[in-house]
């Protein structure tokens, strides 16, 4: 409406011109600049009003089209014409939006837990009027952010503060179809897969608790593997002495089947380490023990 606005100013200052001319001398004519001036006057005011006609919505986006302030209509992208003085338009986006939210809510175990969530959702083009007439322009402030908080109180007094670690693709999806539902009331659409939990942070005694439980489960392992290692060595020297009183036993049997001498040369031969012994047992009726190392001595004092 700018242009509207200059328009009339320069018809005005054309006016004037022409009291000018009715002053100044015959010399001076000043009628040409006055029809000018008025004929550039003329076409602002025209141009402009039909600019101020003409709107233009971009892509990813609606317009309300407003009556006096009431809602008319709803535009969609491209170029539009509306009646000036009485149409306006208001732009409300119908691509997909984030809006991040923090909420502190009790589990329920009575534990604090603050919950940041990233919400994707988007407004149907086809009930814009509605949502504009319901909500205005700030429903992200009016709606998304209430909506996501009360959702989340309302699914996370369900979970325990250790349930909500441990259980959080179910928790997701739990305050996710909380919200669907909600929103569905207001004409706004939740994308799929359109909630991500950021984080959950809980109080600090509860972190010091969790820390603490970790640490206790590391040392109930590390005990558990070593009372597996104590009883390995256990069963390991139960099977060493079963072996050595089985040795045992098949030892006596033999001496029994095939006597003692075959038994005691063959534990002498198994345990040689190649040297001649210094004393020999004999055989027979009579037992004597012969020195060989004294034998070899004699013999070698013998020699020439």
Do not use: C
Request: aromatic share 6%; hydrophobic share 45%; charged share 25%.
């Amino acid at each position: 409406m700018g242009a509207v606005f200059f328009g009339i100013v320069i018809i005005v200052v054309s006016f004037l011109f022409r009291g000018l001319h009715q002053q100044t001398s015959e010399k001076v004519n000043l009628k040409p600049l006055e029809w000018t001036a008025r004929m550039v006057g003329i076409l602002l005011v025209v141009g402009g009003i039909i600019w101020a006609g003409v709107v233009q919505v971009p892509a990813g986006y609606s317009a309300v089209r407003l009556r006096f302030g009431a809602v008319e209509g709803v535009l969609g992208p491209g170029i539009h014409m509306i009646v000036p003085g009485v149409n306006s338009i208001e732009l409300m986006e119908t691509r997909t939006q984030k809006e991040e939210s923090q909420a502190s809510a009790a589990s329920r175990d009575l534990q604090v837990v603050t919950t940041t969530l990233a919400l994707n959702f988007r407004i149907d083009p086809a009930k814009v009027g509605q949502v504009y007439s319901r909500v205005g322009l700030m429903y992200k402030q009016r709606v998304i952010d209430p909506t996501v908080q009360e959702s989340l109180k309302v699914v996370t007094s369900r979970y325990t503060a250790e349930e909500l670690i441990r259980k959080r693709a179910e928790v997701k999806a739990e305050v996710e179809t909380e919200i669907i539902k909600r929103l569905d009331d207001y004409n706004i659409i939740v994308d799929p897969q359109g909630l991500s939990i950021v984080n959950f942070d809980f109080s600090p005694e509860f972190n010091k608790a969790i820390e603490s439980k970790q640490v206790a489960q590391q040392e109930a392992e590390k005990q558990k593997y070593v009372l597996q290692q104590a009883e390995l060595q256990k069963q390991t020297e139960i099977a060493r002495a079963q072996g050595t009183a089985e040795a045992a036993k098949l030892n006596a049997e033999a001496l029994k089947v095939s006597g003692g001498g075959l038994v005691i040369a063959r534990e002498w031969i198994e345990k040689w380490d190649g040297r001649l012994p210094n004393v020999s047992a004999g055989g027979g009726g009579g037992q004597f023990i012969i020195d060989i190392g004294s034998l070899t001595r004699d013999a070698a004092s013998a020699r020439p």
